[in-house]
């Protein structure tokens, strides 16, 4: 079998942030689940993992940029950041964790127009008793350990 090269590592590391990114906003839009402001945030570190990934290693195998493992990387640690995130929102959702006030807590008031905000600390949804977070802390930190694993199979 062919080593693995940095590029392509990376360019792999994104596509699997950007398929969870895609999962995400299908259980938005088609399954009508709101996000909160944290899932937000997840999102996020999905899109720059996706844009390290994607961008960069198709800008390294293409030689438009030099052959760098930080690329990869890159994209290593923001898949990590995105499972860090949701870790924390399942200990929130668990009532382990205390959240930030800007996500926790019922701010809306009675008679005003304002939509109520979709509660970080609230399970929306569960599958085997396991929120949406808690599939994209285990989904993002699977594919941060392949990449680590395929990044020192690499240099050894």
Not at 88 to 117: D, K, N, W
Not at 141 to 155: C, D, E, L, S, Y
């Amino acid at each position: 079998m062919k080593a693995m090269t940095a590029d392509r590592i990376a360019m792999l590391v994104g596509t699997a942030a950007l398929t969870l990114l895609a999962g995400a906003l299908g259980f938005q839009y088609i399954g009508h689940l709101a996000p909160c402001e944290m899932c937000h945030w997840q999102r996020w570190a999905h899109i720059a993992a996706g844009v390290f990934g994607l961008g960069g290693g198709f800008c390294m195998a293409r030689g438009n940029m030099p052959r760098n493992d930080i690329v990869a990387w890159l994209a290593i640690v923001c898949v990590t950041l995105s499972g860090a995130i949701a870790l924390y929102q399942a200990g929130m959702q668990a009532h382990i964790l205390p959240g930030p006030s800007s996500c926790t807590g019922h701010r809306f008031v009675l008679g005003s127009h304002e939509t109520p905000q979709v509660q970080c600390d609230v399970v929306t949804w569960t599958l085997f008793g396991l929120s949406l977070a808690v599939y994209n802390a285990i989904a993002s930190f699977a594919i941060a350990a392949a990449g680590t694993f395929w990044m020192g199979k690499r240099t050894a």
